[in-house]
């Protein structure tokens, strides 16, 4: 017997003397103490301890348990970590101590369940741990903002990608986060190679709208898109490779699919060779699909694509209209803006094939520079076509700014019912963008009060948000921190008299001098008024009106810190005759428990005409006395009322009642939870004046962030 | 401490800078020199303004003073004071005052930072008058033709604070900076870092992924600064995905998912 093998023998002799111990004999009517034995011995020694002190402390309670513990624990180690195992023994016990010694025994012998489910607690990679990663991962590969969302089936119809709700196929949770990554990927680049172009889509429906030709085409756009991402993201087709193994059989089959289809990986295939393809493999067995590639819905993707290419060619003639405009210097809407010629060239960047493109705009044969929105929506443009379609740069007709502009009705219903608690009428004018003039006396807006809600909101958002508060009101404070006069400064704007006098005493009595004679001006007080305009339009009902309502309680604590004159002001109404304001907190009114109630109690309404509203609330912060002033709008979407009061002439009444703002010194930003705001948003606000949000949730910790950007 | 800053570097830059142009902004700036009209240099972060200056200081063998402008710089750190030395007051001239008694370029970097006040000793620089004020001397001094202002702002800052007001901005030749265009910017990182053009094309699509996520999470993309500097760690040997991590995703953002995001994305990449 060589020493290594006494050496082992003797260790399991230890081991097995030491365990009949613990379980005093119990473990002998286990049979196979010997396998037992071996392979306890086989762990390593800090798992072996962890045995040791498990037996001992289960044997306390009772010798039958602590047997079985010993009987399953290497079986347990096997399919665990050791805080999986500890989990395991503490299932146990808690089920001994509660239930007795048979559902114990139970939940011991039945280590594979348990640790099935232990390893998909663990290991899985789930959505709402990834999804704001993937939302940003994304993005960033290029294209249009894709949703991400939770769905039975794994696809895209290229506007959202649908996604299982958790990944756990494999035991590592980094591989289950890999995959989910890839599941991803993929469907991003079918978005982004061209799979769902028009032209493809069209085709797929008319000639092959059936499961299995779909499938088909499905295989063959896996090889093609293999290809492209390999060309264009090395590091991400190394982990293809890696995960996109099958079995033996799968693989054989890929590989003789990739062989008969070897066209589609030239760089200048697209999906229409695909699609060419299609016929010839329907009668060919079809490869498993790949643990990252999804389904195909090619009637979900035609649903999303046609109402996107008729809302991106109305917004793209828009922006084109604006273009010309512009380069006509100021002969706005003339005749001569229509007969332009505008033409976008596009330059393929690497010559990747995705959609990845310059853009260069010529207004007879002038380069113009692209706008950065425009920029966006030529891009997803390209998405979709693979080229701007030329009907897309025609023209809008003389008069006809967009397609959705109506002509402005006046009030129809016209039934006035002055008993609201009003405290006043007003009228105001609004720009209309068909006319280029002014309607006057046009709107009337009625200032009302917020009817008072439960205060025990306020006091639940404070405590919900504790910890926020607390970061918020430090950051303000940092902000407060600035703004004194500092005296005895070794360096400053001023000679500090008083120091510099002690300073020359101390010289006359042979001390020595002191440096710091200078005051200075860390900041100069604040002195800044903020008009918070809130939207309550319909639409805000639900979540929206909550995370508004507590960005404002929030807020509130915040401005009271600083100091800020501020007041806040709903807004919301039904035609222009009846506009309506809500005050909430007037400017000299102090933060008291009618305020707490008024946020409270603040609902979502009716529409959203904007530009009444900003000429209101404007007018106050005018007359209001502050170096800065500043209204901010807390919105959910575009300005829309009934009776004409959307897309175009919302835009432009609400960017003129802006402009005018602006004339009087008033700074305007607003902040917005609208994904599409990027479209309007900069027209209306100037470029930087706004700030999109893109979860609700995370409303009431940005809005005082960026009050604090804004100010400081 | 601003004491310092009065004796910023006036320095005449020998060798000339490395300047890839982008458009016919040498032309322009060169013309707004000799017609003595000061310029603004409008941007986003790293993307080559002080460079541009830099180079054209050269170009124009001018001494060039550089002014990194910060919310407690005052005019009379531009103009410069009276320090308290020995018992008896002595006068230092600010660099601004050293730029325009010498005939320099002098680059107030991030003007919009400064306090309000430094408005009152640029406005006459910036016209016709060309004059510089300097109350506490009771002085006037009248700019050389030579000496030329130069101020840089990022319009992409929100804060109502700090804009750039029109009474300021319409006394100046503006100049608008972006990121250069992929080729240009990849011949720059070549050349800055020395990496080969492979690499240099890699870190330029890596760029552009981080801009695409600018407004989604991001207030900036990655600046060409950012990108020299990772490439300057590759050429070093670090690896790719350690040097875009380090250079870029930390310095951009610390939110943890932007993080991940920004670090598989150089992962895909490289």
């Known amino acids: 017997m060589s020493d290594e093998t006494r050496q082992n023998f003797l260790n399991r002799l230890r081991i097995q003397k030491d365990l009949e111990k613990f379980t005093a004999g119990a473990l002998a009517r286990h049979g196979n103490v010997e396998d037992i034995v071996t392979r306890i011995a086989a762990l390593e020694r800090r798992d072996q301890d962890f045995v040791y002190a498990w037996a001992e402390l289960i044997a306390r309670a009772n010798h039958e348990l602590a047997a079985h513990f010993v009987s399953r624990v290497a079986t347990a180690f096997d399919r665990m970590e050791r805080t999986g195992v500890e989990d395991w023994v503490d299932r146990a016990m808690e089920t001994f101590d509660n239930r007795g010694l048979g559902f114990a025994i139970e939940v011991l012998e039945d280590v594979d369940t348990f640790a099935r489910a232990y390893a998909s607690r663990h290991v899985r990679c789930g959505f709402d741990d990834a999804s704001a990663f993937l939302r940003h991962f994304v993005r960033g590969l290029g294209g249009r903002e894709l949703r991400v969302a939770v769905d039975q089936s794994t696809f895209t119809d290229t506007e959202s990608l649908y996604l299982p709700d958790a990944v756990n196929l494999f035991p590592e949770p980094e591989q289950n986060f890999t995959l989910y990554k890839l599941t991803a990927v993929h469907l991003w680049a079918q978005t982004w190679y061209g799979t769902w172009r028009y032209q493809v889509v069209e085709r797929l429906l008319r000639e092959f709208d059936a499961d299995g030709p779909v499938a088909v085409f499905n295989r063959l756009e896996c090889i093609r898109l293999e290809a492209c991402i390999a060309r264009d993201f090395p590091g991400l087709a190394r982990e293809f490779n890696v995960y996109g193994h099958v079995d033996a059989a799968g693989d054989a089959l890929w590989d003789d699919w990739r062989q008969r289809a070897a066209t589609l990986t030239a760089a200048q295939a697209s999906a229409l060779d695909s699609l060419d393809l299609v016929d010839a493999f329907l009668e060919l067995p079809l490869p498993p699909l790949r643990p990252y590639e999804g389904d195909m819905f090619a009637g979900r993707v035609r649903q999303a694509l046609f109402a996107r290419i008729e809302r991106e060619k109305s917004a793209l003639q828009r922006a084109m209209q604006e273009l010309r405009e512009q380069n006509e210097h100021g002969e706005a809407g003339g005749d001569d803006a229509q007969k332009q010629l505008v033409e976008v060239q596009t330059q393929d960047e690497d010559g990747s094939g995705g959609a990845d493109v310059n853009f260069q705009v010529t207004i007879d044969g002038e380069v113009t520079p692209v706008p950065e929105n425009m920029k966006d929506l030529l891009g997803s443009i390209m998405q979709d076509f693979g080229e701007i379609p030329d009907d897309h740069l025609e023209p809008l007709e003389r008069g006809e700014y967009s397609d959705d502009l109506l002509p402005q009705r006046g009030d129809v219903d016209g039934d006035d019912d002055p008993d609201l608690n009003g405290t006043g009428t007003f009228t105001y004018r609004e720009w209309d963008c068909v006319r280029q003039r002014f309607r006057e006396g046009f709107c009337t807006l009625r200032e009302l009060s917020v009817p008072p809600g439960d205060e025990g909101f306020v006091t639940a958002t404070l405590e919900k948000h504790r910890g926020l508060l607390k970061s918020i009101k430090r950051s303000f404070e940092a902000v407060l921190g600035e703004s004194r006069l500092q005296r005895r400064q070794a360096d400053g704007d001023d000679i500090d008299i008083d120091a510099l006098v002690e300073a020359f005493a101390d010289v006359a009595r042979g001390r020595e001098m002191s440096e710091y004679l200078y005051t200075r001006y860390r900041n100069q007080e604040r002195n800044i008024a903020v008009m918070f305009m809130v939207d309550m339009s319909g639409s805000t009902l639900g979540w929206v009106n909550d995370a508004e309502r507590e960005a404002l309680v929030l807020l509130c604590e915040a401005l009271e810190m600083l100091g800020d004159r501020y007041a806040i002001f709903g807004f919301s109404g039904r035609t222009n005759k009846r506009c309506e304001v809500y005050r909430i907190k007037d400017f000299d009114e102090s933060y008291t428990s009618a305020v707490r109630q008024r946020i409270s109690g603040i609902r979502p309404k009716a529409y959203t005409r904007m530009g009444v509203a900003i000429r209101h609330l404007g007018q106050l912060l005018q007359r209001t006395q502050a170096r800065t002033k500043l209204l901010i709008t807390l919105s959910d979407g575009r300005p829309e009322d009934y009776g004409g009061y959307k897309g175009k002439y919302g835009i432009e009444d609400t960017r003129h009642a802006l402009l005018e703002l602006k004339q009087g010194g008033v700074h305007a930003f607003c902040v917005t939870i609208d994904n599409e705001a990027q479209e309007y948003l900069p027209h209306m606000y100037g470029p930087a004046n706004f700030a999109v949000i893109d979860e609700v949730e995370k409303l009431p910790y940005k809005v005082a962030d960026i009050y604090r950007r804004l100010t400081t | ?270």
């Open chain 2, 1 to 270: 401490m601003s004491t310092p800053a009065i004796h910023t570097a006036q320095s005449t830059i020998t060798d000339e800078p490395y300047y890839e142009p982008v458009a016919d902004e040498i032309d322009v700036f060169t013309a707004a020199y000799r017609n003595k009209l000061p310029v603004l240099l409008k941007g986003p972060t790293g993307c080559g303004k002080t460079r541009f200056v830099e180079y054209m200081a050269w170009r124009l063998a001018r001494p060039m003073v550089t002014v990194a402008c910060h919310d407690d710089l005052t005019a009379s750190d531009l103009i410069g004071r009276y320090l308290v030395r020995g018992g008896e007051t002595v006068w230092v001239d600010g660099p601004l005052t050293s730029a325009v008694r010498n005939g320099s370029i002098c680059y107030l970097d991030e003007v919009v930072e400064a306090r309000k006040d430094t408005s009152v000793v640029i406005h006459p620089l910036c016209d016709d008058r060309r004059l510089l004020p300097i109350e506490k001397l009771g002085e006037v001094l009248a700019a050389p033709p030579e000496f030329c202002l130069v101020i840089s702002y990022n319009p992409g800052y929100q804060s109502v604070l700090k804009d750039l007001k029109q009474s300021t901005r319409q006394r100046f030749v503006a100049l608008e900076f972006g990121y250069p265009k992929a080729e240009v910017e990849q011949t720059i990182i070549e050349k800055e870092s020395g990496v080969d053009a492979a690499s240099a094309r890699q870190l330029i699509k890596f760029g552009h992924m981080t801009r695409n996520l600018k407004g989604s999470g991001l207030d900036e993309g990655a600046s060409t600064r950012l990108l020299v500097n990772a490439a300057k760690l590759m050429h070093e040997g670090i690896s790719p995905v350690i040097a875009t991590d380090t250079a870029v995703a930390q310095a951009l953002t610390d939110d943890e998912d932007m993080l991940q995001a920004v670090h598989e994305l150089s992962r895909s990449i490289f």
